[in-house]
């Protein structure tokens, strides 16, 4: 009994569908899908999953309620102490199927089992069926996450493009600021064309005033020598006296006039030169800002077609990848139709002493077909019939 207890949970559900079927199992599919049913929690609950051969107390509480069969833990241990053949505190799938449907473990030990050559056929079988299942599990993790990654790429490749287009035209409308910055240069060199023009003016006009002044002098000169020269008249002297008295409190119209003249082109030049420095000021701003907006701009798109470019390649590896896996599904259907194949064969055998394991084996078949990416696969298939077109 230990060493039928220590084989895995499956393999003691088959040994005991093998020796009880006719006596219980032959026309009971409830039955036996309660004891697959019992395998496959089994399997769940135990730390060592599959490997599993028998459940602690705590864990055989668990099962009991996960079928209804709930206990008290006064219950739960007597039911233990019942069904714990061997007395070493754990209850193997064996010892509750000896409990629950009343054999004797002596009488199980002994039925009898696959002859040597069923056996071998049964594992070949077995198999086929493990090879399918792997191959299936594989292939469908495999396409799906193949799938999510081609899904994702394609998504980050659309908005790599999005982003290179519009750092494009950002490049293009930079030069914008190009233009902003020669309409600005063109009115800084006007400005400082008219500033010089102002310059020249104030120049002009104070040319003029010194002139005048001169003139002015001159004439204040010639007026002291002849009003001072005994050469001359009495009449002569002071007239001239007079008339540079009158000089003096009143300088000529023309030093006057150059004067003002002169006030007015100064005033002229500051402001023209003050527009100058502006429109200078704005220029070398503008451009500055044009230089900055272009060098921003080329940055950015190069950066963007860098990624544009790594995107386009992801999502050619993403796509390829998910080709690699539907090749994959492919495959597992052909693991599966050899599976299918080998059981057919099999099932198509006269019946021996293994009923149970030819149960068991085309129940877990059945289990898995279930799961068979069966949509996936014909559009699989259709999509790779469509590129072979």
Do not use: G
């Given at each position: 009994l230990k060493a039928l207890s220590a084989k895995p949970y499956k393999e003691q559900a088959i040994w005991f569908l093998n020796g009880y079927w006719n006596e219980i199992f032959k026309n009971d599919e409830k039955e036996l899908e309660n004891v697959y049913a019992w395998v496959k929690i089994h399997e769940e609950i135990c730390p060592k999953k599959k490997k599993g051969c028998e459940l602690n107390e705590f864990d055989a509480h668990r099962f009991l309620e996960m079928i209804g069969e709930t206990l008290t833990v006064k219950d739960m241990r007597a039911f233990l102490r019942s069904v714990d053949i061997d007395f070493n505190k754990?209850?193997?799938?064996?010892?509750?199927?000896?409990?629950?449907?009343?054999?004797?473990?002596?009488?199980?030990?002994?039925?009898?089992?696959?002859?040597?050559?069923?056996?071998?056929?049964?594992?070949?079988?077995?198999?086929?069926?493990d090879l399918a299942q792997q191959r299936t599990d594989e292939a469908t993790r495999a396409h799906k996450a193949a799938a999510e990654r081609e899904l994702i790429a394609n998504h980050e490749k659309k908005e790599a493009i999005a982003k290179a287009k519009a750092a494009k035209e950002k490049e293009i409308e930079s030069t914008?600021?190009?233009?902003?910055?020669?309409?600005?240069?063109?009115?800084?060199k006007k400005a400082f064309e008219e500033s010089a023009a102002a310059a020249e003016e104030q120049k002009a006009a104070l040319e003029k005033v010194l002139a005048e002044e001169k003139k002015y002098k001159d004439k204040l000169a010639k007026l002291e020598r002849e009003s001072k020269d005994t050469s001359l008249g009495q009449v002569k002297r002071m007239k001239a006296?007079?008339?540079?008295?009158?000089?003096?409190?009143?300088?000529?119209?023309?030093l006057q006039t150059a004067k003002v003249t002169l006030t007015a082109s100064e005033k002229r030049a500051a402001k023209a030169a003050q527009k100058a420095k502006t429109?200078?000021?704005?220029?070398?701003?503008?451009?500055?800002?044009?230089?900055?907006?272009?060098?921003?701009a080329k940055n950015a798109r190069e950066i963007s077609e860098a990624a544009e470019k790594q995107a386009i390649e992801s999502a050619k590896r993403a796509e390829d990848a998910r080709k690699a896996a539907e090749e994959a599904v492919v495959a597992a259907q052909e693991a599966f139709a050899q599976a299918e194949a080998e059981l057919k064969k099999l099932l198509a055998k006269p019946v021996g002493s293994g009923q149970g394991s030819r149960w068991w084996l085309q129940r877990e078949f059945e289990d898995m077909k279930k799961y068979m990416p069966k949509s996936k696969l014909k559009k699989i298939m259709k999509q790779k019939k469509q590129e072979a077109a």
């Open positions: 754990m209850v193997s799938l064996t010892e509750y199927l000896v409990s629950k449907y009343k054999v004797k473990w002596r009488e199980l030990i002994h039925k009898p089992q696959d002859d040597a050559k069923a056996m071998e056929e049964r594992k070949a079988a077995q198999d086929a069926v914008k600021a190009e233009a902003e910055a020669k309409t600005a240069a063109d009115a800084s006296a007079n008339m540079l008295a009158q000089s003096k409190s009143k300088p000529t119209l023309a429109a200078a000021d704005k220029s070398a701003a503008a451009a500055q800002r044009a230089a900055e907006a272009l060098q921003e």
